[in-house]
């Protein structure tokens, strides 16, 4: 039995580098080799050395963007994660009719166009679109309100962008709340607001935790959502890296920004896979 074992142990190695190995090679190809390009700009462009990345800690200019992108992304997370819990719970939790209509909601607007999706808010938000013609004809506003090329437009855009991503980690880990428990706090006595709080919240904080990540990482590359709805007023990082290296060539500094927003998600995915099990959130 133990001589059988250690035959078919080779085999087993062999077959998992047959599926495994395109893989790899996929990712060095798409991914390690042009990552390693872009880091040798970084130190190379206009000049070997690292005064690029010297000037990404110095300059108050980057210092700006880099604090309102950070500002931005962390309010669509928040926004995103907020509207994607009460959907989640709606998801797992309500009538099979609101269950299928809340799962058509999310999935939808997968096959939208982000671009589409832009120039519609755009046209919802801006001085004379829907919204803001709406409010005056009625009467609630004289004036029409800055929806439009401001933060606030921008992280609007985003967080219609971003929630159905949060949705799923957030569904997935209430489906594996064990509703006995609650059942139980009940039984002894704890009202709904009680069980929430002190019970089911925090069983799912991990998917709190996940989704907020998920969101914030993903913001941090928007790049056509803040272009249109911000109307060059409000620069994300990505939009700065496609500006120095496509219209100023300045390909050394683009580099060296991408580098170091590469390395702070890095950062954060480690410091959140501390806290969080992502096999959990992937059930």
């Given at each position: 039995?133990?001589?059988?074992?250690?035959?078919?142990?080779p085999?087993?190695l062999?077959?998992?580098?047959?599926?495994?190995a395109?893989?790899?090679?996929?990712?060095?190809?798409?991914?390690?080799?042009?990552?390693?390009?872009?880091?040798?700009?970084?130190?190379?462009?206009?000049?070997?050395?690292?005064?690029?990345?010297?000037?990404?800690?110095?300059?108050?200019?980057?210092?700006?963007?880099?604090?309102?992108?950070?500002?931005i992304?962390?309010?669509?997370?928040?926004?995103?994660?907020?509207?994607?819990?009460?959907?989640?719970?709606?998801?797992?939790?309500?009538?099979?009719?609101?269950?299928k209509?809340?799962?058509?909601?999310?999935?939808?607007?997968?096959?939208?166009?982000?671009?589409?999706?832009?120039?519609?808010?755009?046209?919802?938000?801006?001085?004379?679109?829907?919204?803001?013609?709406?409010?005056?004809?009625?009467?609630?506003?004289?004036?029409?309100?800055?929806?439009?090329?401001?933060?606030?437009?921008?992280?609007?855009?985003?967080?219609?962008?971003?929630t159905?991503?949060?949705?799923?980690?957030?569904?997935?880990?209430?489906?594996?709340?064990?509703?006995?428990?609650?059942?139980?706090?009940?039984?002894?006595?704890?009202?709904?607001?009680?069980?929430?709080?002190?019970?089911?919240?925090?069983?799912?904080?991990?998917?709190?935790?996940?989704?907020?990540?998920?969101?914030?990482?993903?913001?941090?590359?928007?790049?056509?959502?803040?272009?249109?709805?911000?109307?060059?007023?409000?620069?994300?990082?990505?939009?700065?890296?496609?500006?120095?290296?496509?219209?100023?060539?300045?390909?050394?500094?683009?580099a060296?920004?991408?580098?170091t927003?590469?390395?702070?998600?890095?950062?954060?995915?480690?410091?959140?896979?501390?806290?969080?099990?992502?096999?959990?959130?992937?059930?």
């Open positions: 039995m133990a001589t059988a074992t250690r035959r078919t142990r085999r087993r062999s077959i998992w580098a047959f599926y495994i395109p893989l790899i090679l996929l990712l060095l190809v798409s991914y390690f080799i042009p990552l390693l390009g872009v880091f040798s700009w970084s130190v190379t462009e206009p000049e070997l050395g690292v005064s690029q990345y010297l000037r990404v800690m110095t300059d108050p200019g980057i210092h700006s963007i880099l604090l309102r992108t950070l500002r992304c962390a309010l669509t997370a928040v926004f995103s994660v907020f509207l994607a819990y009460l959907l989640a719970w709606h998801w797992v939790y309500g009538p099979p009719l609101r269950r209509i809340i799962a058509f909601a999310v999935l939808v607007p997968f096959w939208i166009s982000v671009l589409i999706r832009a120039f519609g808010w755009l046209a919802l938000l801006r001085p004379q679109g829907i919204i803001n013609s709406t409010l005056t004809d009625v009467g609630l506003i004289s004036d029409p309100l800055p929806l439009v090329r401001n933060e606030l437009g921008v992280i609007i855009g985003m967080v219609h962008f971003m159905p991503f949060a949705v799923f980690p957030l569904v997935s880990v209430m489906r594996q709340v064990d509703l006995r428990i609650l059942q139980a706090a009940s039984g002894l006595g704890a009202r709904a607001f009680r069980r929430f709080f002190e019970i089911f919240l925090p069983l799912t904080l991990p998917g709190i935790i996940g989704a907020f990540f998920i969101v914030f990482v993903f913001a941090l590359g928007f790049f056509i959502t803040p272009a249109i709805l911000g109307g060059g007023r409000v620069v994300m990082i990505a939009e700065y890296i496609y500006t120095q290296m496509s219209q100023t060539a300045n390909w050394g500094l683009g060296a920004l991408a580098t927003l590469l390395g702070f998600v890095l950062l954060m995915t480690w410091i959140v896979s501390r806290f969080v099990d992502f096999e959990r959130l992937a059930k």
